[in-house]
């Protein structure tokens, strides 16, 4: 799909992108290869200059998604960027620095646990998401009764042929093996109801990052998984 860029904030934009790809995926290479306090500290500009870039990013995108979101019209990127600081109280890997930068934009932020569009860049390993991820047990179950009683209509967004050129369907991670109890095993469609959680996902190349199309394409691949957030809204909503 080819995306023409015309505007003067566009153009603008597009240098930009270029500079965030070399800042950005340059940066989390470095800090994949040197991940220590003592390196960082020393580069801290460097990674001042990524997370300003990918903040940047994520403010061109927020309005793109609030043309058909307007659940997070008045979101902001600083709210919605994850720190890059490990959690390693419990983690076998001590490293102290997370080797990616990621956004969740939601109604709330990263704080959000409903529907909302993730930004993931990582050198050889960028991507953009939708949906639900980690639900709470209650909101697990609020889902696949959802999808028990409005089958159709989940099948039916699965198999749109616009979400088809963005997504190769629900990320399958932590997927359980078994039916979940309260729901009956003959059930025609139980693969549907065994996922943990609910995202679509569309992997971005290295060079995508840099393309002066990349805001543009995002806002599109976002308003194709669109319809999977607002089923998922009305789950929990219930």
Request: hydrophobic content about 40%; some cysteine; charged content about 30%.
């Amino acid at each position: 799909m080819e995306i023409f860029v015309n505007n003067k904030m566009s153009c603008t934009f597009a240098v930009k992108n270029k500079k965030m790809k070399k800042q950005v995926l340059e940066f989390l290479g470095q800090l994949g290869e040197n991940n220590n306090r003592e390196w960082f500290q020393a580069n801290k500009k460097l990674y001042e200059e990524a997370k300003n870039e990918v903040e940047l990013s994520v403010n061109a995108i927020i309005p793109k998604i609030a043309k058909f979101d307007d659940s997070i019209k008045f979101v902001e990127a600083k709210d919605c960027l994850f720190r890059i600081f490990r959690d390693v109280r419990f983690a076998k890997d001590k490293s102290p620095y997370k080797i990616n930068m990621g956004a969740w934009i939601s109604r709330a932020g990263r704080k959000s646990s409903g529907p909302g569009y993730y930004l993931h860049f990582q050198p050889g390993g960028s991507f953009l998401s939708a949906g639900v991820y980690m639900p709470e047990p209650d909101q697990l179950k609020k889902i696949r009764q959802e999808i028990y009683y409005n089958l159709t209509e989940f099948k039916a967004i699965l198999s749109d042929k616009t979400l088809k050129k963005y997504s190769n369907g629900l990320a399958d991670m932590d997927k359980a093996k078994l039916a979940p109890k309260d729901f009956p095993k003959d059930f025609t469609d139980i693969d549907l109801l065994k996922y943990r959680h609910y995202i679509l996902s569309y992997p971005v190349r290295d060079e995508m990052i840099g393309a002066d199309h990349f805001i543009e394409l995002a806002g599109i691949a976002f308003k194709a998984m669109y319809p999977l957030n607002v089923f998922l809204k009305r789950a929990l909503e219930e």
